[in-house]
């Protein structure tokens, strides 16, 4: 059974930093590409933060994060980082880690992604 679990949520203070964990287990994405995603009170869609390709050499992220967020993986122990800086109140949202279920691509959208996490819960406050 496929599972990813995300880590590292919490509550911190806007210009806080947290560093978000997913480990995945039941299956090796070595090669696919890992994501994360975040989905903000009463808001219906979720919104693609960054996304890292199998191999590390391609990185995604969403423009109001560049420069503070940088995602890394570890493909030796599946897993999948997300590491914030200068966290803004409005980046409160449940963050999901997500993986790609197709191989040796480098995938950008929600709907490329077919396995999910439960979610981790950052709250900034002001």
């Known amino acids: 059974q496929v599972q990813l679990t995300e880590s590292g949520g919490g509550l911190v203070q806007a210009g806080d930093s947290l560093k978000l964990s997913c480990a995945a287990s039941g299956h090796t994405f070595s090669s696919n590409t890992m994501g994360w995603f975040r989905q903000a009170p009463g808001k219906e869609e979720r919104e693609v933060v960054s996304t890292i390709q199998w191999d590390s050499k391609r990185r995604y992220y969403a423009n109001s994060v560049k420069g503070r967020f940088t995602i890394s993986r570890d493909n030796a122990n599946n897993m999948v980082y997300l590491q914030m800086n200068d966290l803004k109140p409005e980046e409160t949202a449940v963050y999901y880690c997500?993986?790609?279920?197709?191989?040796?691509?480098?995938?950008?959208?929600?709907?490329?992604?077919?396995?999910w996490g439960q979610g981790t819960q950052v709250t900034v406050s002001s």
């Open positions: 997500a993986a790609d279920r197709a191989a040796l691509r480098f995938a950008l959208e929600e709907g490329e992604f077919h396995y």
